[in-house]
């Protein structure tokens, strides 16, 4: 992936040698566009060519859950014990009874993951083999002589012994829907087969009729039930075969007799396996798979060109504006999800409600609110978003995410104020519950079930209107903005997409949002960077699993505003395929924050996403 990177930059060298001796080139960053000295541009035309006009190096991070950064050889080790039953299956087993070929089986082993869905393991099982042998040939034989119903006579048959074996395994619920991430409640019921090879040592009753060793052969499968997201231990059902030489019961065929080609045993086990470190089972990087392309299909610019008058001039520039995120939130693909409903992120985070969820049993609740008794565990359901730009009819809360400076978007859950709602709304707004923890905001499901270190962190207590134009001089102040870039809120590019109507008007800046639909309507979009943050606030115990968790939402939270801008104009959308650069300055989208605090402004700052949309226009 370097080299394609090496290649396109060898390209714009020379590329740059060559070309300005004919053309001048106008910006380096925002696209090329180049115009004869002493001439003017009296028009601006793109159409499709296959011609290079441009080369673009493409760069997508990308989530694989197929795909894990293994770990270190010390890591995802883990124990695991077994008893159960088997029948053995030799060349007389059925001259007797079936319960006469029982035999119990016990083993330990340990093993380790290499991937989530590969794993070697070492075990040792201790069993015995119980069934018959014949009256012509007796091996392992012991008791008195029987017989069975056709009169052939047989004798009980016994051998003890030792296996020593090593096996591959195959993780298949994870190699079909990837792995799931720490901490996951996805993937509780897993299924697993393993093959291997073993060494059996005889021991017990006449063991010397028989080979002392012989090697054996492994097939399993085996189903896992994990009881919490933290995939420690895990309760297994398995079914096991053990492949024998064919004189595993002392028979080689002898005389007019030949013995069956294999002896085997087929047996139903239960046990458990521990992860032997916090994040054995469970503890692996997502890759990020990087592409880069160099690609010539981009639209060709073409200029129309006259002598050049001082009035002449081709206005290039850049709008940048920052989307500000609450605590464990990333938007992906993102619930409301409401039948006929859009499910929109961005709608949320520009005038959304509380957690968006709403409470099934109103009468339930009523009588719970009344008599003090807790609402965890009652159902509850999803609100659709609405657009930011109507009126709502609830407007007597606040709306959205740092919209509105100094009121923040959680709500009160005392039952005077979930009444009062309820009477002008007609319906009880729900937080959402994670056992004792209640997030009185939206974040994701993967990181629900995240521990933080301070309970009011759960609650949205402050609003300094980032996302607005109530904060653009923070915004101003505190983020790093280039010197020539056009700063605009993220309220003035949503109500420029939509319309600056309703609700979202009184947090814009009509002039911002008017010169913006010029540049969408009328310009020509060149290049537009997308860029995720997150903060390394994380209460969990390990960092690792700090790192994976940040990384997501950084990632998925630049997705999120990709996939509005497309939706949102169309010329956004017929430039995104091209140009959309996520993370492209390759520097850590975790920014280090020394605070407990999730709610205060150096956190708020920092859970982010930076959009810079390069532009042209007459």
Not at 226 to 233: A, L, Y
Request: hydrophobic content about 35%; glycine content about 8%.
């Amino acid at each position: 992936m370097k080299i394609n990177k090496y290649i396109a930059l060898i390209f714009i060298f020379v590329f740059s040698f060559i070309i300005p001796s004919v053309f001048a080139q106008s910006s380096e960053e925002t696209g090329i566009v180049y115009v004869k000295p002493d001439y003017k541009v009296v028009s601006i035309d793109t159409v499709s060519t296959s011609a290079p006009t441009e080369i673009i190096i493409k760069r997508d991070s990308i989530y694989d859950p197929l795909r894990v950064v293994t770990n270190k050889f010390g890591k995802n080790w883990f124990a695991f014990a077994t008893a159960g039953v088997h029948t053995f299956r030799g060349d007389f087993s059925n001259l007797g009874s079936f319960s006469g070929t029982l035999s119990p089986e016990f083993s330990l082993g340990v093993g380790k993951w290499f991937t989530p869905g590969v794993a070697l393991k070492l075990e040792v099982m201790k069993s015995e083999t119980r069934g018959y042998s014949s009256e012509e040939h007796p091996h392992y034989a012991y008791g008195d002589l029987m017989h069975s119903k056709d009169g052939r006579g047989y004798y009980k048959m016994k051998t003890g012994w030792w296996d020593f074996s090593a096996g591959a395994i195959l993780n298949i619920t994870r190699l079909i829907y990837g792995y799931e991430g720490f901490g996951s409640n996805r993937l509780m019921n897993q299924f697993l087969v393993s093959a291997g090879l073993g060494v059996v040592h005889h021991t017990g009753y006449r063991h010397s009729y028989g080979s002392d060793n012989e090697l054996s052969a492994h097939l399993e499968l085996q189903y896992s039930r994990f009881f919490t997201k933290s995939k420690m231990f895990s309760l297994d059902l398995k079914l096991r075969g053990l492949f024998y030489h064919s004189n595993h019961d002392g028979e080689y065929g002898q005389g007019d007799y030949a013995a069956q080609k294999v002896d085997y045993s087929a047996g139903l086990n239960i046990g458990f396996t521990f992860y032997l470190d916090k994040r054995a089972n469970n503890g692996w990087s997502k890759s990020t798979t990087q592409l880069y392309q160099r690609d010539f299909r981009e639209d060709k610019i073409y200029i129309v060109e006259e002598k050049a008058s001082t009035d002449a001039k081709i206005e290039v520039g850049t709008l940048t504006f920052f989307v500000f995120y609450p605590n464990n939130y990333s938007g992906r693909n993102d619930a409301p999800n409401v039948p006929d409903s859009p499910v929109n992120a961005l709608d949320y985070l520009a005038g959304g409600i509380f957690t968006q969820n709403q409470y099934v049993n109103t009468n339930v609740i009523t009588s719970k609110l009344l008599t003090g008794a807790s609402l965890n565990g009652q159902p509850i359901v999803d609100i659709p978003t609405e657009k930011a730009d109507n009126n709502f009819l609830i407007n007597f809360i606040p709306r959205g995410y740092e919209i509105q400076a100094d009121a923040p978007m959680s709500l009160s859950l005392l039952p005077e104020d979930m009444m009062k709602f309820r009477e002008r709304a007609g319906y009880y707004y729900a937080p959402i519950f994670d056992g004792k923890h209640v997030w009185m905001y939206r974040v994701d499901n993967a990181t629900l079930g995240q521990q933080l270190a301070d309970a009011a962190n759960y609650n949205e207590t402050q609003s300094f209107g980032l996302n607005s134009r109530k904060g653009y001089n923070i915004i101003k102040e505190n983020m790093q903005i280039s010197p020539d870039d056009r700063l605009v809120t993220f309220a003035d590019v949503y109500a420029a997409i939509n319309e600056n109507t309703g609700y979202i008007s009184d947090y814009t800046d009509a002039k911002s949002v008017d010169y913006i639909k010029n540049v969408l309507n009328n310009g020509v979009i060149t290049m537009i960077q997308v860029e995720g943050f997150a903060t390394s606030q994380d209460n969990s115990n390990g960092a690792e699993i700090a790192v994976e968790r940040n990384m997501a939402l950084s990632q998925y939270r630049a997705s999120t505003v990709v996939e509005w801008l497309k939706n949102g104009n169309q010329k956004l959308n017929d430039a995104a395929s091209q140009i959309y650069l996520l993370n492209e300055n390759f520097s850590s989208p975790i920014i280090t924050i020394n605070d407990s605090s999730t709610r205060g402004l150096n956190a708020k700052l920092n859970r982010f996403v930076k959009v810079r949309i390069h532009y042209m226009i007459k």
